[in-house]
């Protein structure tokens, strides 16, 4: 079992920066393959970003590419993401998620577009960006 809690989101407006953190513990086996998606009302949950540490590899949606970034600290066992340049279209609920196992790099970024393949999830934060 592992645990996943999400903090750092908020309300900023448009243009804007904000960090979302993750902390987990638990399972050592979801350390390899981490994401952040989100879910905006009446809409469908959607892959963010993914990271493979193993290779070091992030991904990303194409509509945050550039203005997003996934990392992983090690010691502080804390995946962040790193969001700037914040549109109105990207408020949302967004949830932190590891997966067990080491699918590979390719795998893992499938879960961009198919969010089920993660194992365990945290309860969400909130991100409003304003007009």
């Known amino acids: 079992q592992a645990q996943v809690v999400e903090s750092g989101g908020g309300s900023v407006q448009t243009g804007g920066s904000l960090r979302l953190s993750c902390v987990l513990s638990?399972?050592?086996?979801?350390?390899?393959?981490m994401g952040w998606f989100r879910r905006a009302p009446g809409k469908e949950r959607e892959g963010v970003a993914t990271y493979y540490s193993i290779t070091h590899s992030p991904d990303y949606h194409d509509s945050v590419k550039g203005r997003f970034t996934i990392s992983h600290d090690i010691v502080r066992d804390t995946v962040y993401l790193q969001m700037n340049s914040l549109k109105p279209e990207d408020s949302a609920m967004y949830y932190c998620?590891?997966?067990?196992?080491?699918?590979?790099?390719?795998?893992?970024?499938?879960?961009?577009?198919?969010?089920?393949?993660?194992?365990?999830w945290g309860q969400g934060t909130q991100v409003t960006v304003a007009t």
């Open positions: 998620a590891v997966r067990t196992g080491l699918p590979g790099r390719d795998r893992c970024a499938s879960a961009l577009a198919n969010p089920s393949q993660m194992t365990y």
């Open positions: 638990g399972d050592a086996s979801t350390r390899s393959c």
